[in-house]
């Protein structure tokens, strides 16, 4: 069974940054993609950015500029830097690995609290 552990998260304030790390027990070049997710209180999941196994990156709007999704095979490892933080940032941050090319995640992290002071 695939565990995927996110470290990282904590409080900061408006404008700092923080690097999130989700490290898998496994090889991550096993998945296709893998992605940051995020929950705010109240709202639903959402995707924050993915990068394939040929490194590929995607972002949402929001993040767009402000984000960066990186992997590091040999620590079977990815980060997110993250920059520019907004109070509107604050969500519990999810890692996630998918096997296939399309289709839904198959493993999931246990998140990391990520909190914005304004």
């Known amino acids: 069974q695939v565990q995927l552990v996110e470290s990282g998260g904590g409080l900061v304030q408006a404008g700092g940054s923080l690097r999130l790390s989700c490290a898998a027990s496994g090889s991550i070049f096993d998945f296709n993609a893998m992605g940051w997710y995020r929950q705010a209180p109240g709202k639903q999941r959402e995707l924050v950015a993915t990068i394939t196994k040929g490194g590929s990156t995607n972002y949402a709007n929001f993040v767009k500029g402000r984000f960066t999704i990186s992997r590091d095979n040999a620590k079977n490892t990815v980060y997110l830097q993250m920059n520019s933080l907004k109070p509107e940032d604050t969500a519990v941050y999810y890692c996630?690995?998918?096997?296939?090319?399309?289709?839904?995640?198959?493993?999931w992290g246990q998140g990391t609290q990520v909190t914005v002071s304004s």
């Open positions: 996630a690995a998918r096997l296939g090319r399309i289709g839904p995640y198959d493993y």
